[in-house]
């Protein structure tokens, strides 16, 4: 979904929507991926499912807070954009797992847009997204790998 209120602002949500398999499940996993639409506020925590916003409302508000900023004397501060794009990054059909990349950016004024990228796992016969204690536990293993692996990339 794309929408655009002025010549400088526009919105866009693209994810996708599961079919097949439990019902109960693909419910659940299209509910939490429209869920993340609902994520505008950078660093907060993950919305709550169920109690999510109509995306024409979501946009109406956005549009309404860059018209709303603009200052008259600088015509660019009403220059705003909000992308959500969710991608299937990896489909597990041996471990029943499904794990999605989501991209969030927004401008809204100033020297830089915000981005950042939030990796969902979830369970496929339940429809449950899966943490990382979870998948991995307390594995000091995988955690010493990592942490050798980030400060050798520091450093370069």
């Known amino acids: 979904i794309t929408t655009t209120d002025s010549a400088f602002s526009t919105m866009a ?14 419910k659940c996993i299209n509910e939490y991926v ?8 950078f660093g907060e925590a993950e919305p709550v499912q169920g109690k999510t916003k109509p995306l024409k409302k979501i946009a109406e508000e956005f549009f309404q807070e860059a018209r709303e900023s603009a200052v008259p004397e600088y015509p660019h501060t009403g220059i705003w954009s909000h992308n959500f794009e969710t991608d299937t990054l990896m489909l597990d059909q041996r471990r029943q797992m499904l794990t999605l990349i989501h991209n969030y950016d927004m401008y809204t004024g100033g020297a830089h847009p915000n981005y950042f990228t939030q990796i969902s796992t979830i369970d496929l ?8 204690n979870s998948l991995f ?8 790998a990592v942490e050798k692996q980030f400060i050798k990339n520091e450093k370069q």
Not at 15 to 26: C, D, L, Q
Not at 34 to 41: D, E, K, R
Not at 137 to 144: A, P, Q, S, T
């Open 34 to 41: 429209f869920s993340l639409t609902q994520n505008n506020g």
């Open 125 to 132: 016969t339940t429809g449950d997204t899966l943490s990382y």
């Open 13 to 26: 949500f693209r994810y996708p929507i599961f079919e097949g398999g439990n019902e109960n499940a693909t």
């Open 137 to 144: 536990g307390n594995n000091k293993e995988l955690l010493d």
